[in-house]
């Protein structure tokens, strides 16, 4: 169906019906469809395709995942390591997290690791039921608008009473990935 939507020049009921096919195939959430028609679908499909195929998503992320470290400064105080969830890092490699890891370990000279907060609570390091003594970091969200911006929103943990939700917008401008914004979200 790919091929048939890039050799069409037509944006039809049939390209329609195309892609209300492919995005039942790859379990899209009919909640977050941001398309109208089927050609509107093929070219957010083609730019996600096209980001994942540049290796530009550990740039992304490690963006993304700084711009959380100024939000609500308070929460950094007296961190002991920086955990960055990596289950949530989607359509890279083990050796592209090593490299986002060692990024914040070299910046922010601080023990970095690789650990969810379930992966945390097994390591014996969540105290007081709901609280760490660093900083976790979690993407929950990657919007691909198209090939040149991407909205990521995740969060920065310390404990249940002590977090942000942050949504940054990533441009990329003259071939280089930067934030253009960021946000809070919400806070606990």
């Known amino acids: 169906m790919l091929q048939k939507f890039k050799a069409s020049k037509e944006n039809g009921l049939r390209e329609y019906i195309m892609a209300i096919a492919c995005s039942k195939i790859l379990n899209e959430n009919p909640d977050?469809?941001?398309?109208?028609?089927?050609?509107?679908?093929?070219?957010?499909?083609?730019s996600k395709e096209f980001i994942i195929k540049s290796k530009s998503?550990?740039?992304?992320y490690i963006l993304a995942l700084?711009?959380?470290?100024?939000?609500?400064e308070g929460l950094n105080s007296e961190m002991k390591y920086i955990s960055i969830d990596g289950t949530k890092l989607e359509y890279i490699n083990?050796?592209?997290?090593?490299?986002?890891?060692?990024?914040f370990n070299k910046k922010y000279n601080i023990k970095t690791m690789d650990?969810?907060?379930?992966?945390?609570?097994?390591?014996?390091m969540v105290k007081d039921i709901n609280s760490i003594e660093g900083i976790l970091?979690?993407?929950?969200?990657?919007?691909?608008?198209?090939?040149?911006?991407?909205?990521?929103?995740?969060?920065?943990?310390?404990?249940?009473?002590?977090?942000?939700g942050v949504q940054s917008k990533i441009i990329n401008k003259d071939g280089k990935w930067k934030v253009e914004?960021?946000?809070?979200?919400?806070?606990?």
């Open 57 to 60: 998503l550990k740039e992304i």
């Open 137 to 164: 970091l979690t993407i929950s969200k990657v919007e691909i608008a198209d090939k040149n911006s991407v909205i990521v929103n995740g969060y920065k943990f310390k404990s249940g009473l002590g977090a942000v």
């Open 115 to 124: 650990a969810s907060f379930e992966k945390l609570q097994e390591m014996g």
């Open 181 to 188: 914004s960021k946000g809070m979200t919400w806070i606990s």
């Open 32 to 46: 977050e469809k941001k398309w109208d028609t089927g050609k509107g679908w093929y070219e957010q499909y083609a």
């Open 94 to 103: 083990e050796s592209e997290k090593a490299e986002i890891l060692t990024y």
């Open 66 to 72: 700084d711009s959380m470290m100024p939000v609500d």
